[in-house]
């Protein structure tokens, strides 16, 4: 089980710094499209998705191993610390692991930071279209700029209005 529970971590840790890796270089493509590196970075994270999911798998496998040899743990560092109380590669690995899902999070936020940004301002040429490229925006309140047939609540996105 010791080993098991190692490997496991090793693993997981392995996966962790690919998807770091993926997603850093992910936020990279999206300030600049590219629709090669687009396919290419997505079919990247097809694969590291694959794994975590595998690794998840193996996650609940060990938790129920260990349930069967009377050992209950919610979570792979509660089984460690009652497996291997003293062993400090699994200690280490469980805080790497920890570490590392923290900046996981952190680069999966920068991208959806991004992501919005491109669609705001997708958003914006779409409201630059709609007005014909007049100086007033489809969410401001109607006055002697605005185009006649438009009302002034929330604009034609909001309100279903053509």
């Not at 529970?5 to 990279?28: C, G, M, P, W, Y």
């Not at 709609?130 to 006055?143: A, D, I, L, R």
């Amino acid at each position: 089980m010791k080993d098991l529970i190692l490997n496991f971590l090793t693993e997981l840790t392995a996966a962790q710094e690919k998807a770091a890796d993926v997603l850093q270089r992910k936020q990279k493509i999206l300030v600049k499209p590219e629709k090669s590196e687009v396919d290419a970075i997505a079919a990247e994270e097809k694969i590291v998705l694959e794994s975590l999911a595998n690794i998840l798998t193996q996650r609940e496998t060990i938790l129920a191993q260990g349930k069967e040899q009377g050992i209950a743990a919610d979570s792979i560092k509660e089984l460690c610390e009652k497996l291997l109380p003293a062993h400090l590669e699994c200690q280490r690995l469980i805080n790497l692991a920890g570490q590392q899902s923290r900046n996981l999070r952190y680069l999966a936020l920068a991208n959806y930071t991004v992501s919005q940004r491109s669609l705001i301002h997708l958003n914006q040429v779409l409201e630059i279209i709609e007005t014909k490229g007049q100086g007033h925006t489809t969410y401001s309140n109607q006055n002697e700029n605005a185009l006649p047939s438009k009302p002034s609540a929330g604009g034609s996105f909001v309100d279903k209005v053509a």
